[in-house]
């Protein structure tokens, strides 16, 4: 599938299957394509070149009849700040040609469901980030989708809100709800995505389950060694050449990758490495981005 705008190529030639309801997502930093491939998903944006099928069918002839059962929450949230919260979610179940009582009846549950029913009554301009982004979700669902796509559904919010907003999207998978989702968060990947794909630059550079993706690109553990300047860390370079399996120089600090985190730690303290802090973590799909690209994702 390819995205080209004018000269100008978004997505180049990626293919991925998606399967019913399972959690599936696209990693990438700013750019890498991950929301135009999420607008041609959403038959909002034609495809260039390639093949694209939806719930069976092509966005091309029959995209009215897909976005009938597709959710759609947006990057940027597009909720009428002069409405109320219930009236947000009841005035999009109408353009569904839903009936009025079923439309009152789904947007009670919803509410409750995203722990909204207290401010029902108030104004959507008044509500926290975490708030709206909760009533989005919400609205996306009055129609009872098969598929919801989220782009970057949890940008912005604080990590309570963002513990929240992955609670109701665990429910909906559970319930069998087809999940596709875009983020740069790297936990965030971790804790929703049964299976994922990293894009760069408009291509997939890998795809699998987090923990594959880990196991196959990443070691165990990574030391994160910081030094109190750059001559300590310059001068500390030759001692930590051999150890653990490889090393990343990054701006800010040292990563040792390895598979015995305390032992490796402790032979470079042994050898005389003696940075300002020593953090013993497990490998995350962060390391795998570097591994895989050269950069982190808050590089770009």
Known sequence: MVKRFGSFVAVDGIDFEVQPGEAFGFLGPNGAGKTSTMRMIGCV?????????????????????????????????????????????????????????????????????????????????????????????????????????????????????????????????RAGVTLVLTTHYMDEAEQLCDRLVIMDGGHIVAEGSPRDLIDRYSTREVIELRFADDEHRKAAAPTMAGVGRRREELADRVL?????????????????????????????????????????????
Do not use: C
């Not at 390895?258 to 962060?286: F, M, W, Y």
């Open 256 to 300: 040792v990758y390895t598979d015995a985190g305390e032992a490796d730690a402790d032979r470079l303290s042994a050898l005389g490495v003696n940075p300002a802090t020593v953090l013993i973590r497990r490998s995350s799909l962060e390391d795998v981005f570097l591994t895989l690209t050269g950069r982190t994702l808050d590089e770009e």
């Open 45 to 173: 944006s034609p495809v260039t070149a390639g093949e694209l099928r939806v719930l069976g069918m092509d966005p091309a002839t029959h995209g009215p009849q897909i976005r009938a059962r597709l959710g759609v929450v947006p990057q940027e949230d597009s909720l009428d700040l002069e409405l109320t919260v219930r009236d947000n979610v009841a005035i999009y179940g109408r353009y569904f040609d839903l009936p009025r009582p079923l439309i009152k009846k789904r947007a009670d549950e919803l509410l409750a469901f995203v722990q909204l029913t207290d401010k029902r009554n108030d104004r959507v301009d008044d509500l926290s980030g975490g708030m709206k982004r909760r009533l989005t979700i919400a609205r996306a669902l009055i129609s009872e989708p098969e598929l919801m796509l989220l782009d970057e559904p949890t940008t912005g919010l604080d990590p309570q809100a963002r513990h929240l907003v992955w609670e109701r999207l665990y429910q909906l998978k």
